[in-house]
């Protein structure tokens, strides 16, 4: 069975910071590139980060870049998305989801979600 379940997000002041994580089991996941995507309420699946299945290559939306980072532990089989400098605008649900999706769309296979609020 395939499995990816995000953790890591909550409620955190504007400037704040927040780690999240996608654990994943019955995919090879050291074989996979992969993104993290988000959505924000009322609004559709905006990508947010690529990383290469090795992690030697990594890829942000503006929106985000310079801010975030993508990392992986194939060993651990587990996918982060460190975020710094939080802004509003930043609030959303996060989906880690197998593949490049910089042109848009979810992956093959996708987690539940984690909730990231920003406040100002």
């Known amino acids: 069975e395939v499995q990816l379940v995000e953790s890591g997000g909550g409620l955190v002041q504007s400037g704040g910071s927040l780690r999240l994580s996608c654990a994943v089991s019955?995919?090879?996941?050291?074989?996979?590139?992969m993104s993290w995507v988000r959505q924000a309420p009322g609004k559709g699946i905006e990508w947010v980060s690529f990383?290469?299945?090795?992690?030697?290559?990594?890829y942000y939306a503006d929106s985000v870049r310079g801010r975030f980072t993508v990392s992986r532990d194939n060993v651990k089989k587990t996918l982060y998305l460190q975020m710094n400098s939080l802004k509003t605008e930043d609030t959303a649900t996060y989906y880690c989801t197998t593949g490049d999706r910089r042109g848009g769309g979810w992956g093959t296979y996708r987690g539940q979600g984690t909730q990231v609020t920003v406040s100002s």
């Open positions: 019955g995919f090879a996941f050291s074989k996979s590139g």
């Open positions: 990383i290469s299945y090795g992690g030697w290559d990594t």
